[in-house]
């Protein structure tokens, strides 16, 4: 079963918000809740390990999501606003680095040139004994013509 599906995560959410104190659990609007029931994998089991809690992704940003959104103080919120964006921000650097359209394009056209040079002699290596023939028939009539 893949446990990597927003189904899944929304079982980890509601088990990891069954922990958290009833004040802020009481924050968060029914109909989330209600949202991540009904969509939640009913097949899934997710048991939660305060020490250790092994959550996917897609889970800690639901939860991110849910604690800026409703449960942080304005502070709090700034702090994470500044993380996401910082993150992004590498996340953006990170991209740049590994599409830089010079290099793609340096490199590009080295293996253009590459293989220009490997085609044509890929390309008579791959001639057929009748090819041969039939190509110099043509050429006698042609010079004959």
């Known amino acids: 079963m893949n446990t990597n599906t927003y189904e899944c995560s929304y079982v980890e959410v509601l088990e990891i918000l069954k922990h958290i104190p009833q004040e802020q659990y009481n ?67 990170e991209k740049q680095k590994k599409f830089n359209n010079t290099n793609i394009f340096k490199a590009r056209a080295n293996s253009n040139e590459s293989f220009k040079n490997n085609e044509l002699i890929e390309h008579t290596k791959n001639y057929k004994w009748y090819m041969k023939l039939l190509n110099k028939i043509k050429n006698f009539f042609v010079k004959n013509n």
């Not at 502070?75 to 994470?80: A, C, L, Q």
């Open 27 to 93: 924050k968060i609007p029914e109909e989330k809740i209600l949202f991540y029931e009904k969509n939640m994998n009913k097949e899934y089991k997710y048991i939660y390990n305060e020490q250790t809690p092994n959550i996917s992704k897609k889970a800690q940003i639901i939860l991110v999501n849910i604690y800026k959104e409703y449960i942080a103080n304005a502070s709090e919120k700034n702090k994470i606003e500044k993380i996401l964006k910082l993150n992004d921000t590498k996340q953006e650097i």
